[in-house]
Nanobody, 127 residues
Framework: QVQPVESGGGLVQAGGSLRLSCVDSGRPYSNYAMGWFRQAPGKEREFVAGINWIGSSTYYSDSVEGRFTVSRDTAKNTVYLHMNSLKPEDTAVYYC????????????????????WGRGTQVTVSS
């Protein structure tokens, strides 16, 4: 059973940094294609960043390009989202989602393209 688990959220001032982690607690060394999404109150869940199973290709939304970096440690079965220059509008619950079917596809930029979701971790950026 694939079970993504996020961690690393918290409260940070604008301009600060955070690092989120996502591990598949259900299957060691699974290393599936993975996407990071976020959902702010009253808004739809939106794509933030994605990475293929081996970590050789990464993808970003326009709103975070140049500020966020997604990476993975295949030995630890963990994917990271390094968030720099955080803004108040980055405040949201951040979710990781995994897809066991093939690599990172354009469909994975939509919530409907994700097979397994974590429960999310709250990121709050104060102004």
């Amino acid at each position: 059973q694939v079970q993504p688990v996020e961690s690393g959220g918290g409260l940070v001032q604008a301009g600060g940094s955070l690092r989120l982690s996502c591990v598949d607690s259900g299957r060691p060394y699974s290393n599936y294609a993975m996407g990071w999404f976020r959902q702010a109150p009253g808004k739809e869940r939106e794509f933030v960043a994605g990475i293929n199973w081996i970590g050789s290709s990464t993808y970003y939304s326009d709103s975070v390009e140049g500020r966020f970096t997604v990476s993975r440690d295949t030995a630890k079965n963990t994917v990271y989202l390094h968030m720099n220059s955080l803004k108040p509008e980055d405040t949201a619950v951040y979710y990781c989602g995994m897809n066991t079917r093939g690599g990172f596809t354009p469909a994975m930029r939509l919530p409907t393209g994700i097979e397994y979701w974590g429960r999310g971790t709250q990121v709050t950026v104060s102004s």
